[in-house]
C-alpha cells in the first residue's frame, strides 16, 4: 500500500529569516468556507457565536484567535481553527485548501507594500483587519495581526509563488536598507 | 485610478474587471419589441459625461458594482453594489 506523506503547503520552503523580516507558515487547522444562505447572516451570525464563541463578521475583518472567523468576501466568511457546526449556511471544507505565511519583523509592512496595492498604513489597516486583494498577480487575502505582523494567504496551488513573491521583496528591501547604511 | 467598492473601500483599478455600460441591469421585458431589445444588446452611447459601468471585483470581494464616473472631468462620484438591484 502506497505511504502517503502528508505536506503543508509550504513545507520545505519556510521558515525564513531575511535581513529584521521573518516568513513563516501557518497552519489554521481546520477551515471551512460559510456562505450564509439569502437572509440567513443573523442566523448564522447567532449558531456560530452560542457554537464557537466567535459571531459571523463584518467585511475586512477577521475575530478571535483560536477559533476566530476571518471574512473573505461578499457573504462569505472562513471559520478557521475549529469543527464547523451545523449552519443555515452553504460550507465547504477548505482545510489545507489555503497557503498561509506570517511575516513579522521591523519594515514587513514595506515588504509587503511592493505586492499589494491596498493602504497598509496602520491608521488605517488596523489590527483585525483583512482585506482581500492582490498579492503581486495573485488573489489572496492580507490581515494585521500585529504592528509589524501580517498574515498572507493565497490558495494552495500558488503557495510556491506566494513565497517567492514574499522572498523577493523582502531581499529587495533588506539589501535597499544596506545601501542606505 | 481607485474605485470606491461599497464592501473593501477605494481600491486601485487593477482589482477591477470592467463590464460596460450599467444598462445591462435594464433588461427590457421579453415582448418589449426590436428596437428595446436592439439597443439592450448592442447600441451604447459614447457619452462626454457622466457614466454609470459595471465593474466587477475580482481580485477583492467578488461583488458587481455599478461605478457613476464622469469621462470628462475623470471624478469617480459614488459606486453601489449591484446585488438585488437587477429586475
Same mark, same amino acid.
Given at each position: ?20 523580516? $521573518?516568513? $513563516? ?37 477577521? !475575530?478571535?484567535?483560536?477559533?476566530? !472567523? ?8 472562513? !471559520? ?20 498561509? !505565511? ?77 545601501? $542606505?547604511? | ?19 460596460? +455600460? ?33 465593474? +466587477? +471585483? ?15 472631468? +475623470? ?13
Amino acid at each position: 500500500m502506497a505511504r502517503l506523506i502528508a505536506n503543508t503547503p509550504c513545507a520545505g520552503l519556510l521558515p525564513k529569516t531575511i535581513g529584521s523580516v $521573518s516568513l $513563516s507558515e501557518v497552519d489554521a487547522g481546520v477551515v471551512t468556507l460559510v456562505a450564509p444562505f439569502n437572509g440567513q447572516q443573523k442566523a448564522v451570525s447567532d449558531a456560530l457565536k452560542s457554537a464557537i464563541g466567535v459571531g459571523f463578521v463584518a467585511p475586512n475583518r477577521c !475575530v478571535g484567535t483560536s477559533p476566530r !472567523v476571518m471574512w473573505c468576501g461578499m457573504g462569505q466568511a472562513l !471559520v478557521m481553527g475549529v469543527d464547523c457546526p451545523d449552519l443555515p449556511a452553504q460550507c465547504v471544507d477548505h482545510s489545507d485548501a489555503w497557503a498561509i !505565511v506570517r511575516i513579522d519583523g521591523a519594515g514587513a509592512d514595506a515588504v509587503l507594500a511592493r505586492l499589494t496595492p491596498i493602504d497598509l498604513r496602520a491608521s488605517v489597516f488596523k489590527k483585525g483587519h483583512t482585506a482581500r486583494t492582490l498579492i503581486g498577480h495573485m488573489t489572496g487575502g492580507i490581515t494585521r495581526l500585529g504592528a509589524q505582523s501580517f498574515e498572507v494567504m493565497v490558495m494552495r496551488s500558488m503557495a510556491a509563488t506566494l513565497v517567492h513573491e514574499l522572498v523577493q521583496a523582502a531581499e529587495n528591501m533588506d539589501a535597499r536598507a544596506g545601501l $542606505s547604511a | 485610478m481607485r474605485l470606491p467598492c461599497p464592501l473593501c473601500g477605494d481600491r486601485d483599478r487593477r482589482e477591477f474587471y470592467y463590464q460596460g +455600460h450599467a444598462v445591462a441591469l435594464d433588461r427590457p421585458a421579453r415582448d418589449a419589441g426590436d428596437g428595446a431589445w436592439d439597443d439592450y444588446l448592442h447600441n451604447r452611447d459614447n457619452i462626454a459625461g457622466e457614466v454609470r459601468d459595471l465593474w +466587477h +471585483h475580482e481580485a477583492g470581494c467578488g461583488a458587481w458594482i455599478e461605478v457613476t464616473r464622469n469621462t470628462v472631468t +475623470h471624478v469617480v462620484s459614488g459606486a453601489r453594489l449591484v446585488r438585488g438591484t437587477a429586475k
